[in-house]
């Protein structure tokens, strides 16, 4: 079966600008997660969904960021006023459910984005 | 706060060496601990759990409550182990108080050569 897209895969835009970043999770997949992951770093939670709901938005660094889940499966990333400082590669992954503490998540590939 | 540490950022070994990645980490609570690796033009995926306490690839890794650690270990490396391996935490059952975010390590290369 399909694993989780996200699109687009690069996104290059300049300071001020406002992008959108997709994410499709896994069908049936409750749980979707957002990370951001700059160079020689791992990736740094952001946050995540259970169903429609945002349940922790703790990694949001300003805001600036936003996401939405409207109908519990494809999620948003919305970034606006972009700074040099949000280049990163963003990555999205879903899991079956949340609740466990134990559930693997199932990453996609990522979008990369370039503010200049 | 939640943490985890690998505190070398490159590995190279022969093949057939034994590898250790180690990781540490610290929470206050009773965290789940994972092994991701990332090999190379592919997606980041799940290496090993602790709670599943299984052997995959050749690989396990053991939770030390004490030294607060979960070296990933490997007797004979192969060269398809070479990747990019990341130790992470989350903070256990939502029903506990925990949360299901992961936490991760800054990573660590490993090169097997032939």
């Known amino acids: 079966g399909a694993g989780v897209s996200q699109t687009p895969s690069n996104k290059v835009t300049e300071k001020g600008k406002y992008v959108e970043l997709r994410c499709d999770p896994i069908s049936g997949h409750t749980a979707l997660y957002w990370y951001r992951q700059s160079l020689g770093q791992g990736p740094e939670f952001l946050i995540y969904f259970q169903g429609t709901g945002a349940a922790d938005d703790s990694g949001l660094p300003n805001d600036r960021f936003f996401a939405v889940r409207p109908e519990g499966s494809v999620s948003t990333l919305k970034i606006q006023r972009t700074e040099r400082g949000d280049s990163a590669v963003y990555l999205c992954a879903s899991s079956l459910t949340a609740t466990s503490g134990s559930e693997e998540q199932f990453f996609g590939p990522g979008t990369r984005l370039t503010v200049l | 706060a939640q943490r985890v540490t690998q505190p070398e950022k490159l590995l190279s070994v022969f093949k057939g060496a034994p590898v250790e990645l180690k990781c540490n980490y610290s929470y206050s609570g009773s965290p789940e601990l994972f092994w991701y690796v990332q090999y190379s033009r592919q997606r980041l995926q799940l290496l090993l759990r602790?709670?599943s306490r299984e052997s995959i690839k050749g690989f396990t890794a053991d939770l030390n409550k004490g030294e607060t650690s979960f070296h990933l270990k490997k007797p004979f490396a192969q060269e398809e182990d070479s990747a990019m391996y990341y130790c992470?935490?989350?903070?256990?059952?939502?029903?506990?108080?925990?949360?299901?975010?992961?936490?991760f390590g800054k990573g660590m290369k490993l090169t097997v050569n032939p």
């Open positions: 602790h709670i």
């Open positions: 992470a935490l989350s903070g256990g059952s939502l029903m506990e108080g925990g949360s299901e975010k992961l936490v």
